[in-house]
């Protein structure tokens, strides 16, 4: 079985932080390039960044440079995705994704997608 679980997500006030996670079961998450992608309400899904595997991060969006940071906990199979100086419009739902061999900011290319966790930035 090939499945992806992202966690870690819920209400936080503007200017907090989150780490979201990503774990994988039934394959190698350091053989692929895995994504970080959202979708608000009513809009499209939006690619973010990416880790590729050499290990550099792509960033596809601008909002979050600087802010978002990905890192490979490879022992336990768990990618993580660090939410700095959130605010209203990172409210979303979050997936990980991957696909080989190379990074993109576009969701087609994905075929492996985890179910999503809700990220709210309220007051």
């Known amino acids: 079985q090939v499945q992806l679980v992202e966690s870690g997500g819920g209400l936080v006030q503007p200017g907090g932080s989150l780490r979201l996670s990503c774990a994988a079961s039934?394959?190698?998450?350091?053989?692929?390039?895995i994504g970080w992608f959202r979708q608000a309400p009513g809009k499209e899904r939006e690619g973010l960044l990416c880790?590729?595997?050499?290990?550099?991060?792509?960033y596809y969006a601008d909002s979050v440079k600087g802010r978002f940071t990905i890192s490979r906990d490879n022992a336990k199979n768990t990618l993580l995705l660090q939410m700095n100086s959130l605010n209203p419009e990172d409210t979303a739902v979050y997936y990980c994704a991957a696909k080989r061999p190379y990074c993109s900011g576009l969701p087609k290319g994905f075929g492996y997608w985890g179910q999503g966790t809700q990220v709210t930035v309220s007051s």
């Open positions: 880790i590729n595997l050499r290990g550099t991060t792509i």
């Open positions: 039934g394959f190698i998450l350091d053989d692929y390039a």
